[in-house]
Each structure stands twice: as C-alpha cells, then as structure tokens.
C-alpha cells in the first residue's frame, strides 16, 4: 500500500449530498463516478486519516443551520464549503455548466461566455484555497478533483508553497481547437492553474496529449514526454491514469442477498424477454436521445423481436435546476412513452423506465441478468458504467460501447459504436442479441481480465505515486542546480586556465520565432568580453548558426566562435570584417546535396504556415517554431522519413533539435569542435554550457567538464541551470571574479 500521511481530497461536491430543511437535514450518498470512485478508493485502500473537502449545495440560513450542516458532515471526515448564493449560481450553473463542461465535452455550441461567471469562477476557487489552507497540517497530500477547481493548484500554491499537490480532471481534455476557443487570458489562467500541482491525471493518452499541446501551444512551455517545463524553471509531471473500479465488488456482487433478491424479483418479471440495459446520468452527453432513437428503429427493422425484447431505462436525476436538463428531461419522457405506446401492449412494454437513483443491489441485479448493456455516450471522460457491467457478468453478456467514451481506449472487445450513427447503432442491437454463447464469454473474460488488474486501488495508488515521484524529480533537478555557489566557484577561482564552450540559441540568449530575432543585447556582450579579458578564459560560442551571422552578432568580441555545430572554426585574435577570411574547416564537407533536400524541405514550409528554411554553408535547417505544433510536428514525422532517404545515400546527418530539424554532413557535431578547443587549448578546468540534443555530443566528450544542462529534460551533464536567464547570470558572477 502507498505510504502516506493525511490525504486531503478536494471535489466540487462531497460524497454525500445534503437534503431535508433546516433543523432537519440529512445526507444521501451522491452520484456520480467521480464520488462512488474516490469512495470505494478509500473504503478499499484502507485509507482512514482523510479529509474530504468541498461544497454541500445549499449556502445556509443563518449560523445554526451552518452549525448543524458542519456537524452532519464531520461525522464522514467530509469539511463543507460554503459559498455566498450568488457566487455559488455563477460559478457552479454558469462557468461550470455552461461554459467548461459543454466545451470539454465538445458541445461548442452549448458554450456561454461570462465575464461575471469568469469572475464566480475565480473567487470560488480562492474560497476554497483559503479553507483548504486553515487545515493544512505537516505532511499533507492535497488531491484536487475536476473541472470545477482548475484554478485552484495554483492559488493553493502561491499561499502554501510546501504542499504536495495532485490535480486529476474526470471529464475529457478537448482538442487545442476547441480549447482556444475560450478568450485568451481564460485559457492561459486554467493551464497555468492546473500547473500548480506537482503531478496532473487524465483518463487516457488522448487527453493527456491534448492538455499538452494546449500548454505548448498557449503558454509557450517545453514538453519533454510526461514532463512540462515552466518559464519558471518548475516541473510538472503528467500522467495517463484511466480509473479503475472496485472489480471483486461487482464480480461477486451476485453472492449478496439484498442483490439474489433483486435478481428473482427481476427474472421472475421479465424471464421470456431478451434484456437491453440503459443506465446514465441526465445529461446531454451521453446520449439518451440517441440511443432511444435507435431501439426505436430497431423494433421497426426487426419485427420477430418484438414482444420478445426489452430496454431496461433508468436515467438518474442531475443538475434538475438547469434548464437544459429539465427539457432533455422532457424529450426522454416524450420519447419513451411514444415507442411503448407505438409497439406495447396489454402484455408487453417494450420500455421499462425509472428516473430515480437507485441502491447498489438493484443495480447489480440489472447487470447481473441484462443481456446486452447500452453504454453510448455522445462523449465521455472515462465511463465507470461499463467497467460495473462487464465486472458483473459471469455466463456471456454484450457491451455495446461509444467509441466517444474513455472507457473504450481499454474494453476494445465490447461492440464499439459512434453513438451519433443511428444505423450503427440499431445493427449493433442486432448483433450483440445474435452474439454466440462462446464468443460473448471470451469477449468478457477479455476485459474482465483487464479490468482486474487496473481496480480502483492500483488508479489511486498509482496516482499518488505519482504525485510523489514528481516531487522527488523536482528535488533531484533543484540539488544539481548550478547557481555560481561552492564547489563550482572555489574550482574556477583555483583554476589557472579556464575553457567555457558556450551554445548561443535558449542557453545566451531566448528562443524567438524567427532565428533573425535572437540578437544579442549589450549587457550579455559587456559580459562576454569582460570574461574574455581575464587571462585565464578562453571562450567559445559553439552554435549551430552559420558564420555569417555569428561574425555580425559576435565578431568585436574577443572570442573562438565555431558555426554550423562544428563545420567552421574562427579562433580568438583573428579579426576581420571580410567573412570569408579566418574562418577553417574542422573536415572535409560536401555541399552538393543540399539543393535536394531543400527541395524536401520547400514542400513542408508550403503546408505547415509559419515554418522556415534557413540554408547554411554546409548545412541546412527547417524551423518551425512559429508554427501551429499540432501541425507541425505530425508533418516533422513524415518530413524525417523523406530524408532518411537522402542522408543513407549521401552521408548525411539528421538532427531533432529543439522545434527544428537540420540536415548536415555525418560527423560533424560540437563534440568534435569541443575536443579541438580542448587539445588547442589545453585548460585545468572545462566548463560547457547548453540546452538542446546536439549539446548532449559536446557532454558525451567532455567527462571531467562541468557540463551543465539549460532546462529539463534527458542530459548527459553533470549539472543542470533553469534558464538561459540563469546562464546570464552564471557568467556576469564570472566577469566580477
């Protein structure tokens, strides 16, 4: 079991919803994946020193009621929040549910702009901060759930610094051109929200990789993996955790008297019929509607099986104050009572339908004798519905699935569907009710399988492992921060000659979207030539720009300067305003090949807006940083494959670099041109500085060097730095010295 002190779990909603008057309340269990599964996660997990905070639904009266609703919660480890009336109507009915919830589920034209709900939005999120920091204690594990609280990572962190924080979203993340639909500055403020936790959860990779193309694309951070990278220098892991169930809880639910009861009461009504099984929330989502459509359609194409089938309905009543909610409500009825009243009879309904939420034994007799269960949700996050379904079967079953839902990503053995294709829809009744025995019990056993590996314990576990890890990599990254303190000053002090390798772009000076952009300014040339008039330095710009360029921007300084990773070399003393003039070559180099590659490269700069080609002497690079990454790096993949087959026949390297991908002549890299600076100059001491794939060949060379890694990511350096910021910073403490 995962060790671990006090968790603190914060939701929207807490796991019992209160109800009765004042003086007379009372709390009932709350629907819902995201309560049933964080509860079965602590019943299961043995998990007792908890604290579970959030909102009751109801803001009260007066002191008393406060009082008596603080009491009825306490009870169940649960702290309620209360929120003013009308914050509490824009923030939870407004931004939440009219703006969040229908973009994220890809229903844009549901989606309601509010500054004032924006506004609710924001200070709900600080009244929870403000109470979840009141009961903070040493060694707390604060896991925040959902879209209603995406501000609130952030907030909690800029008040209490030392908490370890997880934030998990249950609903889908959507595609980058539907999350940019949101203004700006809200978009900007949700991701850097959510950044406030040191480890973020998503249901499936999807989402996980749509979060981060958001984060690339609206917050300009670096991504290496699962890991985000802030301009401040902070990581951030992302994980894809599709949440589990309690498996032996529904695979054995069957064993239960309350559920055998059900399970007689049930066959004995409904024995001759064939039994398709509907079981959601009211919401737009999951596709009610549709799916009624459908069994409609079904009973009009399929006349034997009339009288000999029957759709067991029961929508569970949510959100009952939205108006969207209460005409869906409407329609469903509508609906239901035209197909009983087209196709019933005085001895059949082809429709038997509940709205109410009804106790676990009934619904697990309705797993436990359902034939065929219709899980078809427009879109979904996860969909513990189905995982229920498939871990109560014992002798066959069919789950027809919507591809839409996160669930899918794991039960591909169920009959996958587009819950918007009626057609698809209505076939798929047909073939699962046709299904053979033996085909239905391997399709079972299959997911049932997996469903019994990935329970509820290991998603929980698994995430606060994660929330763990991450802080343990923060705090390996922090201890091998170089920041100009002891050893590292004492060595260059003692040291009589001195050798600093230097990378220009993200390690002196910041990326831009033009490689023309990236001049240096004044202080970082001040800095560079007072550490070149020390004696002891020797300095050297080892950059993948061509000569030219480094010549304009550095030429006044008294410095080695190598271009194109290594292909040119002008050593320090050697001035001269006439280019061509000083500069050698480190090896023999072709340029023959480059018009064919340009010709690659021209193809891709035409259907990816906002790329470039920069052609060097001896080499050549396709940039695309201020491209749409989404765009971009699906069409780098393909771009890589044209060129394998180019650089094979011609000797050539390709190199990845940071939002670039450059074509040179093979053996060309820092590494050499580092190992020549070494043996010319022969130093005590090495110091090499550098953000980027191809600065790793210039690590690999120099074991005994204080290598030194700008940012994140993958390194072979001893020693890490935040930023070029940093870099700056590092060299202007060598210039005093």
Request: net charge positive; aromatic share 10%.
């Amino acid at each position: 079991m995962v060790k671990i002190t006090r968790l603190i779990i914060v939701s929207n909603r807490l796991p019992y919803t209160i109800y009765g008057k004042k003086g007379n309340h009372g709390l009932r269990t709350s629907p819902g994946g995201l309560a049933t599964g964080l509860s079965s996660y602590l019943n299961t997990a043995g998990i007792n020193d908890y604290l579970w905070i959030g909102w009751p639904g109801i803001a009260p009266e007066d002191k008393a009621e406060k009082t008596e609703i603080e009491k009825l919660f306490a009870a169940s480890n649960c702290r309620p929040i209360f929120l003013k009336e009308k914050i509490a109507e824009g923030f939870y009915k407004g931004f939440c549910n009219e703006t969040l919830y229908p973009l994220f589920h890809y229903f844009s034209n549901y989606v309601k702009y509010d500054d004032s709900t924006w506004d609710d939005y924001k200070e709900a999120n600080m009244t929870f901060a403000k109470a979840i920091v009141k009961e903070l204690q040493p060694g707390d594990i604060v896991w925040i759930h959902d879209y209603h609280l995406m501000l609130l990572p952030l907030m909690l962190r800029e008040i209490e610094k030392d908490i370890n924080i997880g934030f998990f979203l249950h609903i889908p993340f959507p595609h980058y051109e539907l999350f940019r639909l949101l203004p700006k500055k809200w978009g900007k403020e949700l991701l850097e929200g959510v950044l406030g936790a040191d480890f973020i959860g998503f249901h499936t990779a999807e989402y996980t990789d749509y979060f981060l193309t958001s984060v690339k694309e609206e917050l300009g951070y670096e991504c290496y993996l699962n890991e985000v990278i802030t301009n401040e220098g902070k990581l951030r892991l992302v994980g894809t955790l599709p949440m589990g169930i309690e498996f032996e809880r529904f695979n054995d639910s069957y064993k239960n008297k309350e559920v055998k009861s059900s399970i007689k009461r049930l066959e004995k009504k409904l024995s001759d019929l064939k039994k398709f099984l509907s079981i959601d929330r009211l919401d737009y989502t999951k596709g009610i509607l549709n799916r009624l459509y459908s069994y409609e359609k079904f009973l009009e194409e399929n006349e034997k099986w009339r009288n000999k089938v029957v759709l067991m309905l029961n929508v569970t009543p949510s959100r009952t104050e939205l108006k969207d909610y209460q005409g869906m409500k409407k329609r469903i009825d509508r609906l239901v009572g035209s197909i009983n009243g087209r196709f019933g009879n005085v001895d059949w309904n082809p429709i038997l339908y509940q709205y109410r939420q009804i106790p676990f034994s009934q619904l697990s007799a309705m797993y436990n004798i359902s034939d065929v269960a219709l899980i078809t949700p427009i879109r979904d996050g996860m969909n513990l519905i189905a995982k229920e379904y498939v871990s109560s079967k014992k002798d066959g079953g069919v789950l027809i699935l919507s591809e839409m839902a996160g669930a899918a990503k794991e039960l591909d053995e169920a009959i996958l569907v587009n819950p918007n294709d009626i057609d698809e829809l209505c076939y798929s009744m047909k073939k699962a009710l046709e299904m053979r025995q033996k085909e239905q019990r391997a399709r079972i056993r299959s997911m049932q399988s997996k469903l019994s590996r990935y329970g509820i314990i290991r998603w929980g576990n698994d995430f606060i492992n994660g929330m763990q890890n991450s802080v343990r990599k923060q705090e390996i990254f922090y201890s091998s921060l170089i920041d100009g303190r002891n050893p590292f000053l004492n060595d260059y002090k003692k040291a009589k000659k001195v050798l600093i390798l230097l990378d220009y772009d993200g390690t002196l000076v910041p990326f831009t979207n033009h490689p023309s952009e990236a001049i240096p300014d004044r202080k970082l040339l001040s800095i560079l030539s007072k550490i070149a008039k020390n004696r002891k330095n020797d300095v050297a710009i080892i950059s993948g720009r061509d000569r030219k360029t480094l010549q304009r921007w550095l030429g006044k300084v008294n410095i080695n300067i190598v271009s194109e990773h290594g292909a040119l070399v002008k050593d320090k003393g050697k001035f001269s305003w006439l280019v061509g003039r000083r500069w050698r070559k480190l090896a023999n180099l072709e340029k023959g090949w480059k018009r064919s590659v340009k010709s690659i490269m021209d193809r891709y700069v035409s259907s990816v807006p906002g790329s470039e080609i920069e052609a060097k002497e001896f080499s050549i690079v396709w940039h695309f940083r201020a491209a749409e990454q989404s765009v971009a790096v699906s069409r780098a993949k393909e771009m890589l494959e044209d060129l394998k087959l180019i650089a094979k026949s011609k000797n050539l390297s390709i190199i990845e670099g940071n939002k670039i991908i450059e074509v040179r002549n093979a053996g060309i890299d820092k590494g050499l041109s580092a190992t020549y600076l070494v043996e010319k100059e022969k130093p005590d001491m090495v110091i090499a500085i550098g953000d980027d794939k191809t600065d790793e060949d210039m690590f690999k060379v120099l074991p005994q060097a204080y290598s030194i890694k700008v940012g994140f990511g993958q390194t072979c350096a001893k020693f890490r730095i935040k930023s070029h910021e940093g870099v700056v910073s590092l060299l202007e403490k060598l210039s005093g010295i």
